[in-house]
């Protein structure tokens, strides 16, 4: 691993759902009465019985990139980046500073350009060019930010009971969606394709039902009954063709179309007991899906239709006796048929750890499926999976987010920050601002929204960032639209 300085941590506090990324068990609540100390004392002091022994203590998030080219992780003291494009070894290719308790970290694909939300300042929102250790633009908004998307198009936030739409290019609002349903952890999906830019989010509070929204065109495209009960994960494939959603009972996992919305495929992933489920992701060609969950098992599953001509092309005993429970199905309870229907697993990982969150990505590395787990406990798995057979995943690499020397290191910053208040050596412009003790003082414009913006008392404060473009180093920072090959 290469990174020179800091160190590597994790929080002990993680949500119970978080599809997009692992993150802390309570987002920065809306309430204006907890002062950032007491966030962040609420943060270090509450122990949550879930994570067991295992987890990294300065760990707060993590989260992939829109092809899986680059890990992100948010920490106590501000964010890392990796580079997943071998497995022999795992470089980390920068690490900012630029504020502490780093509770969302996004990247735009292998681009300069990475998103960062601090839990000191949770209503604001820093885009930067890390490459240059400057900060491009900064947007604060009336209620604590839960989750950020973002592809080469649109850039979403998402809050509580709205939902705000910029154009990445120069981070204009184009469109604020409110009252939306309450959405307590930020749950939505934004395709990676920016050809569609298809936003998903929740529905409704109360069952699993999706609305999907066109972020380019900026109208509502279809509402899919997806759960009987409330959605916990939500994600799109690649080009944004199919949209894969899990319910709190974690349970079943189904695949729609987009738009037509029309279920394609239905998995289960377990019947005994209900989990949370912390990622859904698709592999690049949309064959497969992966899902993991507070338990110990990763699941992979197959998207193949199975057709009639295939089943008498292999007359096999198991084939007749699924023959025989189709034909009975028939004449049995819905709920019971539906489940006789339901496809298992194709391949799995049984993980060493139990009740600690990780996320989940399929990615090709070196030419091979490979399957990635980044876990709480300050681990990244990397598995082979067999694309024909399947079964049980071969580990092949098990990398260290964060080194012994580099902890033992932090344990003496922080002895010595005990023992006195040090004067700062001088910071950059990205480092000034992101400071929570200087917020930055500004008018407020009104939000464009469907009733312009005045229900609420909706606003938008005045970003502060140069006249024209967002601009990085050239058009060679947004990564070409075809596909990589590793």
């Not at 973002?150 to 709205?162: A, G, K, Y």
């Not at 489940?339 to 969150?357: E, S």
Request: one cysteine or more.
């Amino acid at each position: 691993m290469k990174c020179e300085r800091g160190a590597w941590s994790l929080d002990d506090q993680e949500e119970q759902r978080a599809p997009a990324g692992i993150g802390p068990s309570q987002r920065p609540s809306a309430s204006d009465s907890e002062t950032t100390e007491d966030r962040v004392a609420r943060m270090e002091t509450q122990e949550t019985p879930s994570e067991g022994p295992g987890a990294h203590r300065h760990f707060i998030c993590a989260s992939f990139n829109q092809d899986t080219t680059s890990l992100s992780v948010g920490t106590k003291m501000g964010y890392r980046l990796f580079s997943v494009t071998a497995v022999d070894k795992l470089d980390c290719i920068h690490e900012g500073v630029e504020g502490p308790d780093v509770y969302i970290v996004e990247r735009l694909f292998s681009s300069s350009l990475v998103v960062v939300v601090s839990l000191s300042m949770p209503r604001r929102m820093n885009v930067y060019h890390f490459k240059k250790g400057t900060e491009i633009c900064n947007y604060s908004y009336s209620n604590n930010i839960l989750s950020v998307k973002l592809n080469r198009q649109r850039l979403v936030v998402c809050l509580e009971e709205s939902i705000y739409i910029h154009n990445i290019r120069d981070m204009k609002l184009l469109k604020t969606l409110l009252n939306t349903p309450v959405n307590p952890t930020g749950l939505c999906a934004l395709s990676v394709n920016h050809g569609n830019s298809y936003l998903a989010y929740p529905g409704s509070a109360t069952i699993g039902e999706i609305t999907v929204y066109d972020a380019n065109n900026l109208s509502t495209v279809t509402l899919i009954q997806a759960h009987d009960s409330p959605l916990a994960a939500l994600t799109f494939n690649a080009s944004g063709s199919k949209l894969a959603s899990a319910s709190e009972k974690g349970t079943v996992i189904r695949v729609f179309s987009v738009p037509e919305g029309q279920k394609l495929f239905e998995f289960r992933r377990g019947m005994k007991r209900y989990v949370s489920i912390s990622s859904l992701s698709f592999s690049a060609d949309a064959q497969f899906l992966c899902a993991s969950s507070n338990t110990e098992t990763v699941h992979i599953f197959k998207l193949e239709q199975h057709s009639p001509s295939q089943e008498e092309e292999s007359p096999t005993w198991s084939a007749y006796v699924g023959k025989m429970f189709t034909a009975a199905s028939t004449y049995l309870p819905t709920h019971v048929s539906d489940m006789m229907h339901q496809d298992r697993a194709f391949a799995t990982v049984r993980l060493d750890m139990f009740g600690l969150k990780n996320i989940c990505a399929l990615a090709t590395i070196q030419k091979l499926p490979r399957l990635l787990v980044a876990s709480s406990e300050g681990n990244l798995y990397i598995y082979n999976v067999d694309p024909q057979d399947g079964g049980e995943c071969i580990l092949v690499q098990k990398h260290r987010l964060f080194e012994s020397s580099e902890e033992q290191e932090e344990e003496k910053e922080e002895e010595d920050q005990e023992d006195g208040p040090q004067q700062p050596a001088s910071q950059s412009y990205a480092a000034t601002v992101a400071l929570a003790s200087t917020p930055p003082s500004s008018t407020t414009l009104m939000g464009y929204s469907e009733d312009g913006g005045a229900q609420k008392g909706e606003v938008i404060p005045e970003h502060e960032f140069a006249e024209g473009p967002v601009c990085l180093d050239d058009e060679n920072e947004f990564p070409p639209v075809g596909n990589q090959s590793n």
